[in-house]
């Protein structure tokens, strides 16, 4: 133990000794209170050691997700550049076949309500998916970013026609109007199906954004079917390295194929 060096032990029973010298009648009294000195002492290193051990716990677990994060932060490079590598014309090519994969997916053809995105130049454009899904009668929700602490949260409200229900919004993307979000309007129930955009994804389902945590946080609790929309150039052949909070995948749309994970509802 952490005190052993100190002797507590042995000045006790040197003291009990000089007391018998002393007093023989005090011996017992004397030995009870050393006794309990000695459990207080025991007590108080358990607690240190204890003390030491989850300070060494928290130092391995704040190494632990630095070294993931410092990971993530690499495959995103990786992934953004394999993506602005494909010309423009491939990339409006392979939109296309995407919309044609997901019009064959039950998750998708059957839904009455999806929440969609309105892409950036380094995502899936998803303009002729949403005027698909609006023309099918389809309630299509898309998500705009509320305000608040840190990087905010993201919510998402109902439109109706893309040409006039949508503005520029945070990080320069289409977002629903003012007037379409908000508190005054009624709280939307769970969407069926809740597609997403993403940097870099994996074989199993994983999928790591931008890094702000948006969709993660949005997804925690929830039951909604949830699939990416990606580039089978942002398909990366190794594991991600994902955190505890980070939301695996129903299923992943590409230009190539629809990928349904083991886990899918």
């Excluded at 009648?25 to 051990?53: H, I, M, P, S």
């Excluded at 003012?178 to 940097?199: F, K, S, W």
């Excluded at 389902?205 to 925690?220: I, T």
Aim: glycine content about 8%; some cysteine.
């Amino acid at each position: 133990m952490i005190f052993d060096s100190l002797g507590i032990g042995e000045l006790g029973i040197i003291a009990v000794v000089a007391i018998l010298f002393v007093d023989p009648t005090k011996v017992g009294v004397a030995a009870k209170a050393f006794a309990n000195v000695r459990r207080k002492w025991n007590n108080l290193q358990r607690e240190v050691k204890d003390q030491f051990d989850t300070l060494t716990l928290e130092e391995n677990l704040k190494d632990s997700l630095q070294g993931i994060r410092a990971a993530k932060a690499a495959l995103r490079r990786e992934a953004r550049e394999a993506v602005r590598a494909m010309p423009s014309g491939e990339r409006a090519a392979a939109a296309e076949k995407i919309l044609e994969h997901l019009k064959t997916w039950p998750a998708f053809r059957d839904a009455k309500s999806v929440a969609a995105f309105c892409a950036t130049f380094e995502e899936v454009d998803t303009e002729s998916l949403i005027r698909h899904a609006l023309a099918e009668g389809k309630e299509v929700r898309l998500p705009y970013i509320m305000p608040g602490p840190g990087a905010g949260r993201m919510e998402f409200a109902v439109i109706r026609d893309y040409d006039r229900d949508l503005t520029e919004g945070a990080f320069g993307i289409l977002e629903p109007k003012e007037e379409l979000r908000g508190a005054a309007l009624e709280p939307l129930a769970e969407p069926d199906l809740i597609l997403m955009p993403g940097v870099a994804f994996d074989e199993r389902g994983g999928r790591v954004g931008r890094g702000k945590g948006f969709y993660d946080r949005f997804l925690e609790g929830k039951n909604t079917v949830r699939a990416g929309l990606a580039f089978e150039a942002q398909i990366l052949r190794k594991k991600l390295p994902l955190e505890a909070h980070d939301q695996l995948l129903d299923g992943l749309v590409t230009e190539q194929k629809l990928r349904n994970f083991a886990h899918a509802l």
